[in-house]
């Protein structure tokens, strides 16, 4: 199945670069990539559901080709608001959506304002709970957020570390069994690496959302109320040795979505990279049950 990539200009100015694959008359799965990587972390799920269904993967706003505004500020209510645009440019009214990292409170956003969008949601590393978050990932940007200040010492100190690409290796490698370290391509940490943090004005960038994403956390019981209220089929499929959110995030989904499924995955936090055939298996299932 071939995969074409195309450029949408949307109102708001800013233009997406999307990958898409599949016939226009499938149901639509939209794949929403994660920081700090592109649309290219699906490169190799896209064609493993292309034959039944009609892909898209947009690069977000601050990642990519995606293109923004002189002066627009980089948050996650533009990405949210990029993908709704994207959706209505499209023609798209209804939708499944895989979720990863960044690309879940992207979703959750848009799902809280345009519920009836949502058919269902895969969530892979995509986290709404507090027992989600990894300390040793997150207890440095926590402690700058509980300062109040973004331009705190802290940052400094952050800002450096994450300029080193081992940083960014580590993303992809940590959690990793040995056996399966093989299996992640270094092309893709080394890629995120040169687009997005190796160079300080793009990593300045990253630090806007960064900070962000204090908003997010703050928004988990509003992600919550809409489960709850909305009841959306929900497949939570988790490398479960992920240390940036750490597999009890999966399982609390099922606090407010009782009917919904969880599978962890010897695997970490890029899950895609060691176990894209185990994954595609159990979306396509998932998704093979759905009306829509």
């Known amino acids: 199945m071939v995969t074409s990539f195309h ?10 670069h999307y990958a898409e694959a599949g016939s226009a008359t ?17 490169r190799n799920l896209i064609p493993l559901l292309a034959g039944q269904y009609h892909v898209v993967a947009p690069d977000l706003p601050g990642f990519g080709h ?4 002189a002066g627009v500020t980089l948050s996650f209510d533009l990405m949210a608001e990029t993908v709704s645009g994207l959706v209505d440019a499209l023609g798209i009214k209804k939708f499944a959506v895989y979720v990863f990292d960044y690309g879940a409170p992207t979703a959750f956003r848009l799902a809280l304002k345009r519920p009836e969008l949502i058919a269902a949601i895969i969530t892979q590393n995509g986290n709404a709970y507090d027992e989600g978050l990894g300390p040793d990932f997150w207890g440095g940007l926590q402690r700058w957020w509980a300062g109040g200040d973004e331009h705190a010492e802290i940052r400094s100190v952050l800002f450096e570390a994450i300029g080193d690409i ?5 993303q992809y490698y940590d959690g990793v069994p040995e056996t399966n370290r093989k299996l992640v391509d270094p092309q893709m940490y080394t890629l995120d690496y040169l687009q997005h943090l190796g160079p300080e004005d793009k990593r300045n960038l990253q630090f806007t959302i960064f900070w962000d994403y204090q908003n997010n956390v703050k928004l988990y019981p509003k992600f919550q109320e809409y489960f709850r209220t909305h009841s959306p089929p929900l497949l939570a499929v988790w ?9 009890p995030g999966a399982e609390a989904f099922k606090r407010d979505l009782p009917n919904a499924r969880v599978e962890l995955l010897d695997g970490g936090h890029f899950l895609l990279e060691t176990h894209v055939n ?4 159990s979306v396509k299932a998932f998704l093979g049950g759905l009306k829509w």
């Open 166 to 170: 081992e940083w960014t290796k580590a």
């Open 26 to 42: 499938a149901p639509v799965v939209i794949l929403l990539h994660g920081f700090p990587s592109t649309n290219l972390q699906y």
């Open 278 to 281: 185990e994954v595609a298996v």
């Open 7 to 16: 450029n949408q200009t949307l109102s708001s100015g800013v233009t997406v």
């Open 66 to 69: 995606t293109t923004v505004p």
């Open 239 to 247: 490398g479960k040795g992920d240390p940036c959110f750490i597999y």
